[in-house]
């Protein structure tokens, strides 16, 4: 069982807690890295809005936001032991339990965030890897959120294809996708944590990044890095994940109501978050950054680089053979 996987010394770290026995009203823990000035900050605080409207006041949401409560694996090791009762584990880790699941961040696989709704729905895809989840780690997604689309950011660089990339030191999420994606950029995969990357950056530790718009935006590396390559290689989404235990608790009817106030909040915060990329480019202009748009041709040879260092990583490996096509086939089926 997956659940005798989990370190022995981040269990007994824990304060584990057994949902109680609400009586009468009940009160969700929600845990999360994000801002609340990020989109999907000011997103689960319109569902927290919602949700107390929505069941009449039977449920509250009770918000812990900017990692208060750890990193996004410490509060996934939280909702396996009901200290808490909701949060937004990456793909990467719930992949720790359904392997499948890292698809999401596989780069060039999706033309659009639709295009993880559509899996996310589908029975054959996200219905099974929901009922797995379930089965072994007692979570359930109950809904999905938008990250944004990953691009490149350099310093005196500005590279047009996978060959421009090669000795690059691009800092990369230390998990095997991210590193897969990363290597087929044709870049050299360096892992930092992100909270001493503006650092790295500035010390040349890496000679450059990947990541959303409002996130670099917001980390300001245009102070350190002249160059942002439209590479648009990865749409980034996670799952907002309960703890079923805790899910039991509520009636069917409240159950129903915080999946509509859950789907009403997000698709707020990518409202939110498509509006701010969309902004982005012209004020990184502003800051002095020079925005390199890939022709297409130039595009198509980052996108087969990329799908083919996932396929080689993946396919018949984690994932079973042939998974990775029958899911670029699903996207590109409208």
């Known amino acids: 069982m997956f659940l005798k996987k989990i370190a ?26 994000d801002k609340p000035t990020e989109p999907r900050g000011m997103g689960f605080a319109r569902f927290a809005e919602l ?6 006041g039977r449920v509250a949401v009770e918000l812990f936001d900017s990692g208060h409560l750890g990193n996004d694996r410490e ?31 596989a ?6 965030y639709d295009d993880h709704l559509r899996l ?25 959120s938008y990250q944004g689309v990953r691009n ?78 439209r590479t648009d290689h990865q749409i980034a989404s996670a799952p907002v994940v309960v703890n079923d235990a805790s899910w039991q608790q509520l009636s069917v009817k409240d159950q129903e ?4 106030a859950l789907t009403e909040a997000m698709d707020y915060a990518q409202e939110l978050g498509v509006e701010m990329e969309a902004g982005l480019i012209e004020q990184l202009q502003e800051q002095g950054m020079t925005i390199v748009e890939l022709t297409d041709e130039e595009k198509a040879a980052f996108i087969a680089s990329v799908q083919a260092s996932v396929i080689e990583t993946f396919d ?4 079973p053979a042939g998974f990775a096509q029958s899911v670029i086939d699903f996207a590109a089926a409208e």
Do not use: C, H
Request: without cysteine.
């Open 51 to 56: 949700v107390p409207d929505y069941t009449d």
């Open 8 to 33: 022995t010394s981040a269990v007994l770290a824990m304060s584990v807690a057994v949902p109680q026995a609400f009586a009468q009203d009940i009160t969700l823990k929600l845990g999360y890295v």
């Open 152 to 229: 490149v950011t350099l310093n005196g660089i500005q590279p047009r294809s996978p060959a421009d990339m090669a000795g690059i030191k691009l800092r990369a999420v230390p998990n095997p996708m991210a590193l897969a994606v990363v290597s087929g950029l044709g870049a050299n995969p360096t892992p930092v944590p992100f909270p001493e990357l503006f650092q790295s950056l500035s010390q040349n530790v890496v000679d450059g990044q990947e990541n959303p718009l409002p996130t670099i935006w917001a980390n300001k590396f245009y102070e350190v890095q002249d160059t942002l390559v």
């Open 75 to 105: 509060m996934f090791s939280q909702l396996l032991t009901g200290a808490i009762d909701m949060g937004k584990p990456s793909y990467p880790i719930l992949s720790d339990v359904v392997p499948e699941m890292s698809v999401f961040l």
């Open 257 to 260: 109501a915080i999946t509509r």
């Open 120 to 144: 996310i729905a589908a029975p054959e895809f996200g219905g099974d890897w929901n009922a797995r989840l379930l089965d072994e780690a007692q979570l359930r997604i109950i809904g999905n």
């Open 316 to 319: 018949g490996e984690a994932w």
């Open 107 to 112: 780069g060039y696989f999706f033309d659009s």
